[in-house]
């Protein structure tokens, strides 16, 4: 008799699916609770603690370093949130269950249960709809003061940023956890793998719209954010792979940093 290697096999041996550890389904409360754990702080650094601390400054820049730098912590809060979830809910942090309750593995085959090979190819599809999405007419105007774009483009946003590696990783640190270990990961990884018990197959839908919502720091976004719900939402739960909306949502990190760069080098 061979031992158990933890992996489903077929007659000739060939591997089929790894077995996953399991994920305890959420509460609505539960749901709610989460998303108002990652919102509700954001909002508030946002509207309320950022004009608080520009307000002791006469710098025009004041509010935006404000903004940049309260948000990233946000964010960075989102990801010790994740962690503390999932210690809590597995007793452990280890790599091995971290990667199967986070659906932090290769696209699966909703019929046969294989990962990865051929089910890349969602990724990159999904990294060409995410981008199409910014060409949508449904943009609204930010707030003044609070358009990245256009601070970007101000002679002062460049002399702040210009020779500044501080700011350089603050901002590196920024899109990481906005994209990769904050937002994608909460949402994508934690929360729509769990919500399965109480939206059924419309969970991919709650998650999306939930999403949205959580954009309350940038409520301008919120209706174009809704359509994430097809891009991010959607396959994501289909393929059950957190990889493909952080892939994907990152990709508007990969224009903006090198944009970030040339003007800390001065090019």
Known sequence: MSASTGLETSPRGIEERPREHQVRQLTLPGVIGVWAAAAVPMAALAWVVAPWVASGSDSPLALTQSLILLLTAGLAWQFILVLALVFREQRTLRWSVVRDVLW???????????????????????????????????????????????FLESGQGQAMLSGSWLWLSVIFAFLVFNTVLGEELLFRGYLLPRMQGIFGKRDWIANGVLFALYHLHIPWTIPITLIDTFILSLPSRRYRSAWIGIIAHSGQSLVLFPLVLLIVFGQ
Not at 134 to 144: D, K, S
């Open 104 to 150: 932090l593995r290769a696209p699966q085959n909703p019929k046969t249960g294989r990962r990865g090979g051929r089910m890349w190819w969602v990724v990159p599809i999904a990294v060409v709809a995410f981008a199409l999405e910014a060409l949508l007419p449904f943009e609204i105007a930010p707030a003044v003061g609070r358009d990245f774009g256009e």
